[in-house]
Nanobody
Framework: QVQLAESGGGLAQAGGSLRLSCAAS?????MGWFRRVPGKEREFVAS?????????FGTRAMKARFSISGDKAENTVYLQMNSLLPEDTAIYYC????????????WGQGTQVTVSS
């Protein structure tokens, strides 16, 4: 069974940085990050497609401040978050899309990111 393990969450001050990591038992087709604020819908943050290395971001603002990278040999994806804002406070989830054309079908437990103003 595929397992995803996130790490790197925590508390940061506005303007600071955090780096999230997600290690999977296999890399699949694509790995991504989502976030959820209690009471709100889950929001797509970023993804990395292993085959061509392409990346996608949920919003332009995320693309401007976040970067996603990975180590396929280690089945690990990273989310570097810079210039953090209080509104980035959320639980961040790592997700894996096993096959091209499929959905994200594996999810991590989530890691809390809290940004103080």
């Amino acid at each position: 069974q595929v397992q995803l393990a996130e790490s790197g969450g925590g508390l940061a001050q506005a303007g600071g940085s955090l780096r999230l990591s997600c290690a999977a038992s296999f890399s699949g087709y694509r790995m991504g990050w989502f976030r959820r604020v209690p009471g709100k819908e889950r929001e797509f943050v970023a993804s990395l497609t292993w085959g061509d290395g392409s990346t996608t971001f949920g919003t332009r603002a995320m693309k401007a401040r976040f970067s996603i990278s990975g180590d396929k040999a280690e089945n690990t994806v990273y989310l570097q978050m810079n210039s953090l804002l209080p509104e980035d406070t959320a639980i961040y989830y790592c997700a894996l899309q096993s096959r091209e054309g499929g959905a994200y079908d594996k999810w991590g437990q989530g890691t809390q990111v809290t940004v103080s103003s």
